[in-house]
């Protein structure tokens, strides 16, 4: 999936989640939900131990979430870049 497209997904996640319960999502509720489907994802590979969770997130690269496309490093690093912003006149504003 390529950045735009998840940006669409991520703007559609929010939305609903505005409509549903009437405010926006709270900060990282899109990693949570991003773990949760992981877990799903990897209880569908046959991964049912912790170990076999640790084996398949090192194996898996490109993951698909709402927060952005996920991998990891054998040692479960996740290898993901972030950005940062500050509230100026009370907007986000990109940082750097």
């Known amino acids: 999936m390529n950045d735009n497209a998840n940006n669409k997904i ?4 929010l939305q609903n989640y505005k409509i549903k319960y009437g405010e926006n999502m709270p900060i990282w509720t899109a ?7 992981f877990l799903g ?4 590979k046959g991964a049912y131990t912790p170990n ?3 084996l ?7 993951f698909e979430g ?12 996740v290898n993901k870049s ?10 986000f504003v990109l940082l750097g």
């Open 10 to 13: 991520l703007k559609e996640a």
């Open 56 to 62: 398949l997130l090192a194996e898996t690269k490109g």
């Open 41 to 44: 994802y990897a209880y569908s």
């Open 31 to 37: 990693e949570g939900y991003d773990s949760i489907r």
């Open 82 to 91: 972030y950005s940062l912003f500050v509230v100026r006149n009370r907007s």
């Open 52 to 54: 076999g969770i640790r």
């Open 66 to 77: 709402l927060s952005g496309n996920i991998e990891m490093t054998a040692s479960r690093v």
